[in-house]
């Protein structure tokens, strides 16, 4: 078992990633401070809940606890205000007390969502997160839940910290190849922002990765854990260097909306959005071998970087003008100085961001 510390203080917590650690949930709720006398609310959604809830359920009552299950649709579109409030509606009836714990069982959407109820329920209760892919290593870490509006991804949320990060790897045993990718590109940022050893590491364990060799997939996500652990003790509400960690968003964040948050799985925009910055770190003075180096970190974990024909250059920038890091025509950019470092950009020009957006219908490795 590998144990990470999130370190904030009263609100610190640990993340405990192994094989077959659900087996003993009930244990590492009490130690999260969740009282058996208080119920638990599980959430979950349509693909992993027939998987994992309810032996989750069983391995809870056997250890005194009661819990209530809510299951929603699988998908970005379930993280919404009306899903959101029929989770709260579960929550109530159930009789939640202020004592009582959310738990995430799931990915990203769940998450996200499941952690915006609890940071609202009675105005703050318990949260432990049960992440179930690749690509929730990141966003379980760190206290971002939120949901979104059609106009734009994660604008009605929350700073709110869970009380433990629960990683069994035996859950990522049933994701597609599809999901282990776009979850793999949220690994690889972690060593673009901060560990240049760690992201060619990468590279060259990309079959290992890919096939989930358990003791590679655990070295990376202990190492990605890490990473983001460091950057949100220094910076918990991002007021300066936990902005790195969007490397790739500010684009990728575009390209979801723009397919209606259903055509590209987050880590496949994310990749698409990491090539757009290293194409902008050209613009900016970077060498061109920072882009095509990106790109080839990328392909590697056969991910996608450049945008399909038929997305619209307007479309993209209009998705981009929702973004919070815009303001009065110019945007925020994480932008690559070499693999491994990245610079904060204040006042990108609108007319930079176009150039990229078209280059990246040009460049690169086909969708």
Request: with cysteine; glycine share 12%.
């Amino acid at each position: 078992m590998r144990r990470i510390q999130v370190d904030l203080g009263e609100r610190s917590y640990p993340i405990v990633i192994g094989s077959g650690i659900l087996e003993g949930i009930a244990g590492l709720c009490g130690e999260a401070g969740f009282p058996v006398r208080s119920p638990l609310l599980i959430v979950s959604d349509s693909e992993v809940a027939p998987l994992y809830l309810s032996d989750l359920e069983s391995r809870l009552k056997a250890g005194g606890y009661t819990a209530v299950s809510h299951v929603i649709p699988s998908g970005e579109a379930s993280k919404s205000l009306t899903v959101y409030e029929e989770v709260m509606t579960t929550a109530i009836s159930a009789g939640l007390d202020r004592s009582s714990a959310v738990l995430a069982l799931g990915g990203g959407v769940v998450g996200d969502l499941a952690g915006f109820v609890a940071a609202t329920y009675m105005r703050g209760i318990g949260f432990l997160q049960i992440p179930t892919t690749i690509l929730a290593h990141d966003s379980s870490v760190g206290g971002k839940v939120a949901v979104n509006h059609p106009l734009a991804k994660n604008m009605i949320g929350a700073f709110y910290q869970p009380k433990m990060v629960v990683y069994d790897l035996n859950t990522l045993k049933s994701l597609p190849p599809r999901q282990v990718r776009s979850g793999l590109a949220e690994v690889l940022k972690h060593g673009l922002i901060l560990d240049r050893e760690f992201a060619y590491w990468c590279r060259d364990h990309a079959a290992e990765l890919l096939a989930l060799e358990p003791e590679a997939l655990g070295y990376a996500l202990e190492r990605g854990c890490a990473i983001k652990a460091d950057v949100v003790g220094e910076d918990e509400r991002e007021h300066g260097l936990r902005a790195i960690l969007n490397l790739g968003h500010t684009i990728g964040h575009a390209v979801e909306a723009v397919g209606g948050y259903g055509t590209f799985l987050h880590g496949e925009a994310i990749g698409i959005g990491m090539a757009g910055s290293a194409l902008l770190a050209a613009k900016l003075g970077r060498p061109r071998s920072l882009y095509e180096e990106t790109v080839s970190l990328l392909e590697a974990l056969e991910l996608p970087t450049r945008l399909p024909a038929e997305y619209g250059e307007e479309d993209i920038i209009e998705a981009m003008m929702h973004d919070k890091k815009f303001k009065e025509g110019r945007i925020t950019f994480i932008v690559p100085d070499e693999i491994g470092a990245v610079s904060i950009v204040d006042g990108v020009e609108e007319s930079a961001v176009r150039e990229v957006v078209r280059q990246l219908k040009e460049e690169g490795s086909p969708w």
